[in-house]
């Protein structure tokens, strides 16, 4: 790797991942911001090329982020761990990324109005299974498709079992000698490219759109055909997601105060008060914030839940009155 290219003390983080896909050992990708500072983006597939690089940027960017996700035979996080001496690091699963920007791209290309949409998810893997089960969850009709019919049944078998009870749609295998209706979004996750071939487009009707997941899977074919039908076709980009990636991040700082400010006990004036989900003693008053409460909940039952009003104690009413002129 050769960084004669690269500033690395431009950058506030530095956010490395691994594919599925086997192109290439290390590929430089956009540019994104984390907290509003700038990050550099790396993939890397190659335990060598990772190890020399992390020797690299070690105290040269702040924070380093890495994939803790086992998509190759490869432990970034390990390799992060063992070289990385001065940065500090930290892990995240962007595959969840994956998921949340393509349910942001759907959203925001149907104006929110998802349900009863018919939704085509191609693949089997670990990004399609929770992309089904999130616009199942959604009451889409989501249809399913793949290679492997016996791992697409046990897809739509477990995803049918876990969802809402009340779950207008059930997700289905998609059966394409049967199937006669409209398509609003076929979306492929897929590790191999050009896979998705004109066929499908038989299914798209004008407002539909195709997204690309595994990126490169729709063969030219089928995006000339696409485009003829005047359908909306794009390449997913999960920096829609990166205020997600953002928050998740951030949680884990030194500077996330929720264990400190929110969740804890303690006594105020001699009563025993707990916040943040922390599960007290019964008769402990709970309160919104463990650091300075201006709320009560109420008191705690002893097993995660609150006393109703009615089965008090003297006491407990007491405690709530004493403590209310001491935070209220």
């Known amino acids: 790797m050769n960084d004669n290219n ?51 940027v070690d105290g040269k960017i702040p924070v380093i982020v890495v994939d803790c996700e086992s998509k ?60 089904a089960l999130r616009l199942a969850e959604r009451n889409i009709q989501v249809f399913i498709d793949g290679r492997n019919e016996q791992k697409v049944r046990q897809i739509v078998d477990t995803i049918n079992m876990v969802i ?37 487009t038989k299914w798209l009707h004008p407002a539909s759109i195709s997204i690309d997941g595994g990126i490169g899977n729709f063969s030219e074919d089928y995006i000339a055909c696409a485009l003829a039908k005047n359908t909306k076709i794009i390449r997913l980009d999960v920096r829609i997601a990166l205020p997600f990636m953002e928050a998740s991040i951030i949680s884990l700082f030194p500077t996330f105060n929720f264990f400190e400010r929110v969740s804890g006990e303690k006594v105020i004036e001699g009563i025993t008060v707990v916040a943040g989900g922390i599960i007290g003693k019964e008769g402990s008053v709970i309160v919104n914030q463990i650091e300075k409460p201006d709320q009560i909940i109420g008191i705690a039952n002893g097993y995660g839940g609150v006393k109703n009003e009615s089965a008090l104690s003297t006491e407990e009413r007491r405690s709530i009155e004493l403590l209310g002129k001491r935070i209220l």
């Open 72 to 131: 190759q035979n490869i432990d970034l996080y390990a390799l992060a761990k063992q070289h990385i001496q001065k940065s500090e690091v930290y892990t995240n699963k962007p595959n969840d990324l994956a998921v949340e920007s393509t349910d942001v791209l759907l959203q925001h290309h149907f104006s929110g109005n998802l349900a009863g949409k018919n939704i085509l998810i191609i693949g089997t893997g670990n990004i399609a299974f929770k992309l």
């Open 164 to 200: 809402p009870f009340y779950s207008k749609y059930k997700v289905e295998k998609m059966d394409t000698s049967r199937f006669g209706g409209m398509l609003d979004a076929i979306i492929p996750f897929i590790s191999a490219e050009k896979a998705i071939g004109e066929t499908y």
């Open 6 to 56: 690269i500033n690395y003390s431009d950058y506030n983080y530095l956010y490395v991942s691994t594919t599925a896909k086997h192109n290439t050992p290390m590929l430089r990708l956009p540019d994104r911001k984390i907290a509003n500072k700038r990050t550099l983006n790396f993939i890397i597939t190659d335990e060598a090329t990772a190890v020399d690089f992390f020797h690299q």
